[in-house]
């Protein structure tokens, strides 16, 4: 599998050699669907609690008498059919959302995204990416002549440059990630990944 590199005008200068396991597999809907879910709902936490009708502050006591009243019966305010009684099955703070997804369907669902995004053009090698200094204007004006102003760019380095990463926190569009880093989400979310040529050994060590 053949995967373009650019200059750092963003135009095509030569081409890499990578694995087709990984850059030329086809691509699975289904897979890449429940990689993602299970992606976003294992980073989710229970912080939401409800009470149930054990809980509400309310009298136990009878209302009204069974019978005789011409009303349906009822057995006390915290009932969950009434207006501010406890709810049914409530949410509570030891709630697990955690989905499990084996290893090998982790690394066929990342090879299918990335395969995508080269079928697409949406992934790009650079030979490196550096900066001089923290500076977020140097960052962006080296952006801005890749040819990708005003597009979410995901950038993969085999290792963090402290002053690259420094210089890409305050641009909102911009994500700098090690190749060990790189998750499903951050991948299908951005418009544009920029991999650098080391960063593309590493990704094959870990996936392949």
Request: hydrophobic content about 40%; aromatic content about 6%.
């Amino acid at each position: 599998m053949e995967l373009k590199v650019i200059n750092t005008k963003g135009q095509a200068a030569a081409s890499i050699t990578a694995s087709d396991d990984l850059f030329g597999r086809e691509y699975n809907e289904a897979l890449v669907h429940q990689l993602v879910t299970a992606y976003q709902a294992n980073a989710r936490s229970a912080s939401s609690k409800q009470k149930g009708r054990s809980e509400i502050a309310k009298s136990t006591r009878k209302p009204w008498a069974q019978k005789g009243t011409g009303r349906a019966r009822s057995g006390m305010a915290s009932s969950p059919l009434w207006r501010g009684g406890g709810k049914i099955f409530p949410n509570t703070s030891e709630e697990n959302y955690t989905q499990k997804v084996n290893r090998k369907m982790y690394r066929a669902g990342l090879a299918s995204i990335l395969s995508q995004l080269v079928r697409e053009d949406r992934l790009l090698v650079v030979d490196d990416l550096a900066v001089d200094s923290p500076k977020t204007k140097q960052l962006a004006d080296k952006i801005k002549s890749l040819g990708f102003a005003g597009e979410r760019v995901l950038i993969i380095t085999d290792s963090i440059d402290e002053n690259l990463y420094l210089s890409s926190r305050n641009l909102p569009n911009v994500l700098v990630v090690e190749a060990h880093q790189a998750d499903p989400v951050s991948l299908v979310r951005f418009n544009k990944v920029l991999v650098t040529r080391n960063a593309i050994a590493k990704i094959e060590e870990v996936l392949v």
